[in-house]
């Protein structure tokens, strides 16, 4: 019994896939640009970025301002500084860890889900899956080799339950891994 090979994808879903990408980063880094503008204001008194002082604490670069609505009651635009992964992770680990790790995360993920998008491996919800992870994970890439730290602005109301800051790469991100969930 023979296995059946995937046929490949062409340079239309090629052509696709990149302007999707570009489609969704420019949203994710022109919705952190906003952020940077409206809930937050540069610090007086610049630390290194991401390093604890003395106390083990973290400055922020850039001060909040106070929160707004996005959709009343449910959830806030609030500024955020996150200098780890998701949930934080690695936040106080030493900057050449951090950006040896998540680099490395990154530029394999790009490897690997482009070199399966192109050989045709899973279906169209995967096809759909490449994009948004790549974008959020190119954003947040971004963020880090711009700023030092990843910028949050999205919260869920904390009336309704306790969850981190986020951003719309996280979004992508986890929309993307829902979609590769449903396609295995």
């Not at 409206?38 to 630390?47: A, F, G, M, Q, W």
């Not at 106390?55 to 929160?67: C, D, I």
């Not at 990154?106 to 096809?127: E, P």
Request: contains cysteine; hydrophobic residues 50%; proline residues 6%.
């Amino acid at each position: 019994m023979t296995e059946a090979v995937q046929p490949r994808r062409g340079a239309r879903a090629l052509i696709i896939l990149l302007l999707t990408l570009a489609a969704y980063t420019f949203a994710d880094l022109a919705t952190k640009e906003w952020a940077l503008d409206v809930l937050s204001r540069p610090s007086e008194h610049r630390t290194p970025v991401c390093e604890p002082d003395e106390n083990g604490r973290l400055s922020y670069q850039h001060l909040p301002l106070p929160s707004r609505p996005l959709v009343d009651g449910v959830l806030r635009a609030t500024y955020a500084e996150n200098c780890g992964a998701a949930f934080s992770i690695l936040r106080e680990a030493p900057g050449w860890v951090r950006a040896l790790v998540f680099g490395v995360a990154a530029i394999g993920a790009t490897i690997v889900l482009v070199t399966m998008f192109l050989r045709g491996s899973g279906g169209k919800l995967f096809a759909a899956a490449v994009p948004l992870i790549l974008s959020g994970a190119l954003g947040n890439l971004a963020d880090r080799v711009r700023h030092g730290f990843v910028v949050d602005f999205i919260q869920v109301d904390p009336t309704l339950f306790s969850y981190p800051v986020f951003n719309v790469a996280d979004i992508w991100i986890a929309i993307g891994w829902g979609l590769l969930f449903l396609d295995g």
